[in-house]
């Protein structure tokens, strides 16, 4: 009996040194593994049912979209009260006045580098001001016609285009929306303008998308493609840009909380988004 307790402890205690073996083989990240590197803080404000935004890395300013014309002000003096004089690049998504209006203003008064825009749809006074200005200070803007790609101070920009210039007459405004991505790696945040059904079809299943945060597109409208094109980016969290006056739908929310994606409301209050060495947080401002 002694003989076969002692047996079996030795049987037991050969198991126990193999499955620690196996722990150390299988473990989820060795020391020297590389974990998210990402270093930016991007800037969201309450500006109405309108888009702005600030993207600051250590060494670069970067700014998707500009909100209505009044807005101009606010990002402004954002930029005065943090230093900020010159803008390595803006983008202008679409050329509806809740995105372009106050770029005017903003680019009158800071050192813009470079801008990149979709096609114009349309014709309206806020386009007219925002090439006025561009023209005013010699800005180097161009139409991004092709999908293309950058790296700026560590992160890089990827830049989807719309397929055709013939969308639905109706949604052709909201179609023509560059989408952005933004991140290293391991990181990423995806800004879709205000893309509807026609474009959102374009976008679906593009493995190229995925992105740890999302800005919702149109301010948080149901579309029929809203929970594929969700599908596709794949994200932990949700930026909605809309107003106590136009809300977000509730079928949007209702997706959202089923796939446990956390959604922030500018409409709520501003927030600013941190990213440090690849870690996400969101703080109220």
Do not use: W
């Amino acid at each position: 009996m002694v003989t076969t307790i002692k047996f079996y402890k030795k049987i037991l205690s050969l198991l126990i040194a193999a499955m620690l073996l196996l722990a150390g083989c299988t473990g989820k990240n060795p020391p020297d593994t590389p974990v998210g590197t990402l270093n930016m803080s991007i800037y969201c404000p309450d500006a109405g049912n309108a888009d702005a935004f600030i993207l600051r890395t250590a060494n670069s300013t970067v700014i998707i979209d500009c909100g209505e014309k009044k807005f101009g002000d606010d990002i402004i003096n954002y930029l005065d009260a943090n230093g900020i004089s010159q803008i390595d690049v803006m983008f202008i998504t679409h050329f509806d006045k809740d995105h372009v209006g106050g770029a005017a203003e903003v680019i009158k008064n800071n050192d813009v580098k470079k801008i990149y825009t979709s096609y114009v749809t349309k014709e309206s006074k806020h386009i007219d001001n925002f090439y006025a200005a561009v023209e005013a200070r010699s800005v180097d803007c161009r139409i991004a016609e092709d999908d293309f790609s950058f790296t700026l101070d560590g992160v890089t920009y990827e830049i989807f285009v719309p397929v055709t210039k013939n969308y639905d007459e109706n949604d052709a405004s909201n179609n023509s929306s560059l989408v952005i991505r933004a991140g290293d790696e391991h990181t990423h945040i995806l800004f879709a303008g205000d893309c509807e059904n026609e474009r959102l079809k374009e976008l679906v299943g593009n493995d190229n998308l995925s992105a740890e945060i999302i800005k919702i597109p149109h301010h948080g409208i149901y579309e029929k493609l809203s929970e594929a094109f969700l599908m596709t980016v794949n994200p932990q969290y949700a930026v909605i840009t809309s107003s106590n006056e136009e809300p977000e739908d509730a079928g949007l929310l209702s997706i959202l909380s089923r796939h446990n994606i956390q959604a922030y409301l500018t409409r709520q209050g501003g927030f600013t988004i941190d990213i440090k060495d690849g870690q996400i947080s969101f703080r109220r401002f």
